[in-house]
């Protein structure tokens, strides 16, 4: 079943790594959420029936700045021309500082069930070095929070392999977070994006990116640390304790639809992606005149569909083979054998109940081992 991403484009303090579409400056929140509403009246006028949605997300931004009586402006907007599941999983992206348990309470109020709360690292000079608006007892404190509003779903995100980053550093961090016992944990790899003042920082050497050694060793201390504290990996970055997996995820990696709305978002449906644009002005520009805000969209080659099927399906819970092959007329393993041969050997992937999986040690070299695999059936076009 399809899901909706929200995107608000607002925050109080850009993060220095942080690629995101926000700016900090929210004279125009209440004209954003009056255009969003539009934005959805427009997208949804030709639907001749609701279209079913599990997953609602919204995500920025920093959606927690949004008091709750905006936030259902919205939801009720939505509510209009889409159909929820009974078991909606309702997620906000929350930071730090800018949540108090009314707020939470609203949210609950409304149908939220589901916190993602951006901790990133429990060390005060980390926080600082990203950028962070709150601090390691903020973050924690927000954990508590979102408890006592009556959350029990809470996932957390952190970032790893800060540049200088000590093992001992990052068990600190998951070792206190880990007391808080949040449902979800999302954790990246700090990645220095183009254009950010942290890409900017590592091109003047002010700097310096941890080699991939070090990078490699603290991913498998998060690794190890989080799946022997009971949470399970289904996806490279992704870790969930029983029945918390995120399901608005998944459904992206399963290739599934989704509708997008917001400037910068990007959705999927009928075969097509689009993405919106990603600035305010031209933004409001498009949906003053009548139009939506798509900056692009394609429709998705045989090939591009089979690429990101692989990537999708590597990354997270594995390749159904017999679905794949079935529905893209190939045959995965004839045109890889070699290379799956070896990933087995390696100890990098399984191939078991007509599923391909890459084990824990395989995560390691998720990007390396999908490209390979993309160039086994370079044929496809
Ligand atoms: S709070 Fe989130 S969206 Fe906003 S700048 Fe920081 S990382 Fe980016």
Redesign the pocket.
Known sequence: MPSIYIHFPF?I???SY?D?F?ITDMKNTDKFNKSLIKEIGIFTEKFASKPPVDTLFFG???PSLMKPEELELIFNELKKHFNFSNTLEFTVEC?PGTIEKSKLEGYKLLGVNRLSI?IQSLIPKELEFLD?IHSPEEALEAIGTGREAGFDNISTDIIFSLPGQKVDDIRYTLENLLKHKPNHISAYNLTYEKGTPLYNRMQSGKVNKNDDEVDAEIFEIVSDTLTESGYEQYEVSNFALSGKKCRHNLNYWNGGEYYAFGPSAHGYFSGTRYWNRRNLKKYFDCIENGLLPAEGSEILTGRQKLEERIMLGLRCEGLNITELNKEFNIDLILKNRELINQLINDGLMTNGNGMLKLTRKGYLLSDEIIIKMCEGISEIS
């Open positions: 925050c303090k850009k993060c942080c995101f926000s920025g931004g920093t930071n951006g962070r």
